[in-house]
């Protein structure tokens, strides 16, 4: 196949996909909300000159190729591998890599990166404190981990986890002695602090995501078995979401399984308390 051949596909499927997948670079998308997903990189660029640096969840690469103009080295790591392919194509080079992986358990070395930036990503795992040990392990001792959370979003089809900023110190507490936080919004929104900025009292109820820059890495918080701890959290995730369902089902007086919905006034039941899981955020005490 050849390059413009390879080029003209991977435009094809993010065209295809652009409801999933952001290219900040790419015209396709809102310049303002290209310009919000751009911040956090350009916020995290100061802190990757001559670094080696692993992007975890890379997405289509957008992000890995702006780092790679100061780092010494790039890798990024997503487990979708046709936006792998993309990023490879749009912006693969000498020292910006992109491989498939998963985040919480990856082929590195220990020890491999200086710096792990992991954006908007952890709401989406299954094992949230799986993926910060990992993040732990991958790093040197005197390495320093940037993450960003959307904040009190709620559940959406995508987020199995409603972060907020006491969910992700708590989580990444663990494994980093210290962590300091900014807000990040869009330039465009009123009544907001624009851009990014030290989390505090004033900005904190508006800020619409939040970073943290984590340090002094814990190593001593790493679990041998990291496949083990990967799977026990995962299931220990999903049972407690599935309790917590059932509870709802009970609250509701649903008689059946909610595996055997079939009925249409249950199903309407059904439908009726998603919508209220989504508006209220009730899906926090699921944690």
């Known amino acids: 196949m050849t390059a413009e051949k390879k080029t003209n596909d991977s435009l094809d499927w993010l065209d295809k996909n652009k409801t999933l997948r952001m290219d900040a670079n790419s015209h396709l998308f809102n310049e303002e909300r290209r310009s919000f997903h751009l911040s956090r990189y350009e916020f995290a660029l100061e802190y990757c000159e001559d670094k080696d640096v692993l992007d975890a969840a890379c997405g289509t690469g957008y992000g890995s190729s702006l780092l790679g103009e100061l780092a010494k080295s790039v890798h990024g790591i997503d487990l979708d591998s046709d936006a792998i392919e993309y990023a490879r194509v749009k912006y693969g080079a000498e020292k910006v890599q992109f491989e498939k992986s998963l985040v919480e ?12 930036v992991s954006f908007e990503t952890v709401e989406h795992t299954l ?42 110190v708590e989580i990444f507490g663990v494994f980093f002695a210290e962590i300091e936080l900014f807000y990040n ?5 009123s009544g907001r602090m624009k851009g990014i900025g030290p989390l505090d009292d004033i900005s904190r109820p508006s800020a619409e995501c939040i970073l943290a820059v984590c340090r002094g890495v814990n190593k001593q918080r790493l ?56 508006e209220t955020k009730i899906m926090r005490v699921f944690r």
């Open 105 to 116: 358990n990856t082929a590195f070395e220990a020890g491999s990166f200086d710096v792990v």
């Open 223 to 278: 679990k041998d078995d990291r496949h083990s701890a990967v799977m026990e959290e995962i299931y220990e995730s999903v049972f407690r979401r599935h309790r917590a369902y059932l509870a709802l089902f009970a609250a509701a007086n649903v008689r059946q399984s909610p595996y055997l919905l079939v009925r249409k006034d249950v199903v309407r039941k059904f439908k009726t308390l998603s919508k209220i899981i989504r």
């Open 185 to 189: 919004n869009p330039n465009n929104q």
């Open 127 to 168: 094992c949230p404190s799986a993926h910060a040990m990992e993040i732990a392990r991958l790093l040197k001792d005197d390495g320093m981990a940037i993450i960003s959370v959307p904040n009190c979003w709620g559940l959406t089809d995508h987020h199995f986890w409603d972060f907020s900023e006491s969910m992700l």
